[in-house]
Each structure stands twice: as structure tokens, then as C-alpha cells.
């Protein structure tokens, strides 16, 4: 399931990087209730038997110091046996319904929660991948898996601990109206503690909490951050020494974490002790009038009890309402966080959620299309087009739009100006999961999972060893392969470190191959390699796609001499290098 819980993803939405429109202000409070709301409803069901389950557990508590309360008075203080045993009895079967109920609770919490966060994980990542990379220019690549883990787990906590939360309240209201009907006196000793109650918990503590938990979050983000430059940029920047400047900004931002989590501990620390302790001296006063009362006989001893057992659970109530309602405001701070990547809407669509199906092999037409970056062009109108069988190589000087071309023809980014079809089909009307399955698209600048040879090849879908091998041997990676101990069970390391630049090239073009697309984007993929790799990378790829169109961007002689159609771009206004590198790698 690819689509938000109900009510997230339909919130108004507008770009607001440079390029995609004017800037919507961020999410309010409004917005990510919004959300929230979504996700309730999206397991209405669930939640509705949890809450079941916890009036029951609610009202067998309630029932056992009314129920020691006659214990006491008609079996203890009453010397009748039969009540006694009678009555402990009761108190058993309470506890038994109490814990079955606790179980119905607990097991409907977590399974609403764990799916509406599976499903609100899957609508984050599904509008990342929706989202031209100008458009998460903002976010770096840390603070997104930030949002995808710490504020989803946020979101996810909340909803566990919804059902408790409502019958915690049902239940403080019953524990009161039990009180008041023990008696009057005791009963204004307990509504004495709500006001003060209400103020700390609804008021006073959430309003410092949230925007001690708002910052923590934004430093959790920035963090991470850190820790991503780290480990991609720094074997890159050892060399020249600036990997100290990348650890002290990582010390920095780790520090400010740190500061930030203390705030947030500590105004959680005094919330959850003020929180009960109102009620707990509510119950030392009641305790006191009550014995008077019960000297003076006007009181039971077995209602003294009751009023001691009520307010205890008093207490205990209040420290779980305190819990849940500081797990809304996490909820509220990640759900509002949430929100601003959701809310995201590329200027032209890149692709449909509907449409006509798409050919297994088709032709690939750009007509005048173009794109900008801030009012810049980064890539000027240009024609291609591209069948099945062909090798269309793409050149032009640097920033002219190389890699934006291939970006606008894979569907990954949406031109200013233009259209692109396959098969004579509009890439903005075709379904995406079909049309990435048709077109795939090999970057210059490869990126491999943790694991494997095999695993980074087949990314989770079912394909044999044998057809590893033969895509490697498409990309020349067959006799690399073949010479490791563990061959396609060999790890390729921490962001492929274990592999060269030619080598992670070919992986990547491998890893297109296998999937036998209509269309094969490759930016300038044989940069790495050497002549004579690059020949054989040549012959086996022109006789492996007979059905294939291939489109290549690249300056080397020997691709645009093997190539049966070469389109040279020209220099596209107001362009540098750094804007073209800002449209392929989010900027």
C-alpha cells in the first residue's frame, strides 16, 4: 500500500522550492492533527476494540475497592465468613477480567499502531520518490530517514497508547462519581485536585514540552545529517584533511542533541511528578477527614478503604494520562514534520497514478522539452527521439543539461516545457510503478545497499543466480565476480567501498540490465572504466538489446562512434555546472 493514511496526503499542498512556485507556509498544529486524525480513522476498527478492552479493565479496577469496601465491612468488621469468602471471590474474577481485558487492549493498540505507521512510512517514501530532488532541496538526506524512523516510531507510540488514554479518562471521571456518591466531604477533597490537574496537564507542562520536543527534533534531524556527510564525504576529504572539520560538526550538532534532550528530560521530569502528586495530597487530606469521619462513626472502615483504593488509582491514572498526553505532543511536534514532506507537490506531474497500460516495447520521444532551476535554464528545448534497438548518444559541454535530459525522460524529473512520450503515451498520465518498470535509469554516481553483491542486484525482487550472472556478464562484471572467494556472496561494504568506481558503475548498469527494461538511461556509465572495458561493455550491451533503446549521455569517443544517433546539446542560458549538479542530486 502506497497511500497515506486517510486525511494526510489530502491536505492542500504547493511547492516551495526555487523553481516549483511560490513557498506554502509550513504545516500548523492544525495540519498535523489532520493526520493524526488519519491515521485514527484508518484503523477506526482496531482502535474501537482496544477501547473496548480497556473500558472493561477500566471498570473491573474501578469495581475492587468497591468491592474490598463490602469485603471489609460485611465480612471483616461483619464476622461473616460465607460474605468474606464470597466477596474474595469477586475480587478474583475481577482480576482475571482485568487482565484478559489488558491483553484485548494491548493487542489491538499495537497492531493499529504498527500498521498505520507501516502505512504512513510507506505514503512518506512513496512522496519522496513522487518528488523532483529541487523539491526536498531543504531536507537533507539524514533528516528524512529522521522523519521516516524517529517521528513515524512517534506517530506509531501515539496511536499504541490511544484506546488507554480515552479509557483512562472514562475511567478518572467513574473513579470521581464513585467518590462523590461515598461521600460529599471526600468528594470535594477530590474535585479540589481536577482544577490544578487540568491546568498542569493541559496547559501549563504541554506548552513547554512541545516546544522543548519541537527542538530536540530539528537537532535529532540536523544531526543526522552530520553523520550522512560523514560517512559518504569522508574518504573523499581525508585526503586534504578536512575530515576533523566534518567530526567537529558532527560533535557540534551531537552536543546540541544532548542539550536539547535534557530540556525536553527535564520539563517530562516535572511533569510526571507534579502530575501526581495533586492527587496525592488530595489523598492524605482525604485520608485524614476520612478517619475522623470513621472515629466518629460516620463512615464505614470499609469505605475508608474504597476512597484510599480510588485515590491511589487516582494517581496511578494521572501518571498515564500525563504519559499519553506528552506522547500526543511528540505525536503533534512529528506528525507537523511529517506534514511538510506529504504536503509536497511537484509543479508538473512526473507520473500518473492511472492511464493507459504501457507497451512491453515502445518508442521514447522528447519534443521540445526544457527545465529550469530558480529562473535559470539548465537545460535547453531539444528533440529526441528514441527505438527499440537504437544506441542514442547524448553529448554536449559540461552543464549543458546532460543528466536534467535523461532525469526528464526517466520520469524522475518534470520539464519546464515539452512533453515526453513512450509508446505514444504521455510519461505524466503513466502509471509510475509501470513506467519505471519500462524506463530505468542508471546515475553516474551509483548508490548500493548494505549486503550484498546478489542482494544489491536483485533489490528485493526474485531473479536466479543465473540471471545475475548473465546481467554481470552484460556489464562486464563477469570476470570480477567470478575471481572473488564468495563470488555474488560477497560484501560490497559501507556505501560500496569494497568496489572501485568502474566496478560500482557496472553493478549499477547490471542491476538495470537484469530488469530488462523497453528503455535504458545511462549517464555517462563508462566514465570509469578503461578503453578496452569499455568495448566490451559496447559489444555485449548492443547485442543484448535488440528490443532495447538505449540512450547514454557521455563524452567518450568510442559510445559516440558506436552510436547510431548522436544528439549534441548546446549551452543552455544563465547555466553553470553547479545548477545542472543541483537538478541531478537535489539541489
Known amino acids: 500500500m502506497t497511500t497515506a493514511p486517510a486525511g494526510p496526503s489530502s491536505a492542500p499542498a504547493g511547492p516551495s522550492s526555487p523553481g516549483e512556485g511560490p513557498a506554502e507556509p509550513p504545516p500548523t498544529g492544525a495540519d498535523a492533527l489532520r493526520l493524526l486524525g488519519g491515521c485514527l480513522r484508518g484503523s477506526a476498527g482496531l482502535i474501537a476494540l482496544s477501547v473496548l478492552g480497556g473500558l472493561v479493565y477500566q471498570l473491573a479496577l474501578i469495581s475492587m475497592p468497591w468491592i474490598i469496601e463490602r469485603a471489609v465491612d460485611r465480612g471483616i468488621v461483619g464476622h461473616d465468613d460465607g460474605a468474606l469468602r464470597g466477596w474474595a471471590l469477586a475480587i478474583v474474577l475481577a482480576g482475571i477480567a482485568a487482565a484478559g481485558a489488558e491483553m484485548v487492549l494491548g493487542w489491538f493498540a499495537t497492531v493499529s499502531g504498527t500498521l498505520q505507521g507501516n502505512r504512513l512510512y510507506l505514503a512518506l517514501a512513496d512522496r519522496v520518490s513522487q518528488l523532483d530532488a529541487r523539491a526536498l532541496v531543504r531536507f537533507g538526506e539524514g533528516d528524512l530517514g529522521m522523519r521516516g524512523t524517529r517521528d513515524v516510531d512517534l506517530v506509531r507510540i501515539w496511536l499504541m497508547g490511544f484506546g488507554s488514554f480515552v479509557t483512562g479518562v472514562i475511567g478518572f471521571v467513574v473513579m470521581i462519581v464513585a467518590i462523590v456518591r461515598l461521600d460529599p466531604l471526600l468528594a470535594v477533597v477530590c474535585l479540589v485536585c481536577v482544577p490544578p490537574l487540568v491546568w498542569i496537564n493541559t496547559y501549563w507542562f504541554p506548552k513547554r514540552f512541545g516546544r522543548a520536543n519541537t527542538a530536540l527534533s530539528a537537532a535529532h534531524g540536523s544531526r543526522a545529517d552530520a553523520v550522512e556527510e560523514l560517512l559518504s564525504a569522508s574518504a573523499a576529504v581525508r585526503g586534504i584533511g578536512g575530515e576533523p572539520a566534518l567530526v567537529r560538526r558532527h560533535g557540534a550538532r551531537s552536543a546540541a542533541v544532548s542539550e536539547h534532550t535534557l530540556t525536553t528530560a527535564r520539563v517530562s521530569a516535572n511533569w510526571a ?36 483504593g480510588w485515590m491511589s488509582m487516582l494517581v496511578m491514572w494521572v501518571g498515564v494520562l500525563t504519559l499519553r498526553l506528552s506522547q500526543l505532543s511528540q505525536a503533534v511536534t512529528a506528525a507537523r514534520r511529517l506534514q511538510e514532506v506529504l504536503r509536497l507537490r511537484p509543479a508538473r506531474p512526473l507520473a500518473g497514478e492511472g492511464g493507459g497500460a504501457l507497451p512491453r516495447h515502445g518508442t521514447l520521444t522528447a519534443t521540445d522539452v526544457s527545465a529550469e532551476v530558480a529562473g535559470r535554464t539548465v537545460l535547453a528545448p531539444v528533440t529526441i527521439t528514441a527505438r527499440p534497438g ?14 536534467t535530459l535523461l532525469r526528464v525522460l526517466a520520469g524522475l524529473a518534470a520539464p519546464g516545457t515539452g512533453t515526453v512520450h513512450y509508446g505514444g503515451l504521455p510519461l505524466d498520465e503513466a502509471p509510475r510503478d509501470a513506467l519505471h518498470a519500462r524506463i530505468a535509469f542508471v546515475p553516474q554516481r551509483p548508490v548500493t545497499i548494505s549486503g550484498t553483491l546478489a542482494e544489491n542486484l536483485r533489490l528485493g525482487a526474485e ?103 548522436v544528439v549534441t546539446l548546446e549551452p543552455a542560458d544563465g547555466t553553470t555546472p553547479e545548477t545542472e549538479e543541483q537538478v541531478a542530486h537535489g539541489g
Open 273 to 308: 511528578a507534579l502530575s501526581p502528586f495533586v492527587p496525592a495530597v488530595a489523598l492524605a487530606a482525604g485520608l485524614a477527614f476520612g478517619g475522623l469521619a470513621v472515629l466518629r462513626g460516620g463512615m464505614s472502615v470499609g469505605g475508608i478503604v474504597a476512597f484510599a
Open 390 to 403: 537504437e544506441l542514442v548518444a547524448v553529448t554536449g559541454p559540461m552543464a549543458s543539461g546532460k543528466t
Open 463 to 565: 531473479f536466479t543466480d543465473d540471471e545475475l550472472r548473465e546481467a554481470c556478464r552484460v556489464a562486464a562484471l563477469d570476470d570480477f565476480v567470478a575471481g572473488l572467494p564468495d563470488g555474488l556472496a560477497t560484501e560490497v561494504g559501507e556505501r560500496g567501498s569494497t568496489l572501485s568506481g568502474g566496478q560500482l558503475q557496472r553493478l549499477a548498469l547490471a542491476r538495470a540490465v537484469l530488469r530488462r527494461p523497453a528503455v535504458l538511461l545511462l549517464d555517462d556509465v563508462t566514465s570509469a572504466v578503461d578503453a578496452a572495458t569499455e568495448r566490451t561493455v559496447l559489444e555485449r550491451l548492443r547485442a543484448w538489446s535488440q528490443r532495447t533503446a538505449v540512450v547514454c549521455a557521455t563524452h567518450r569517443p568510442a559510445l559516440l562512434d558506436a552510436a547510431d544517433h
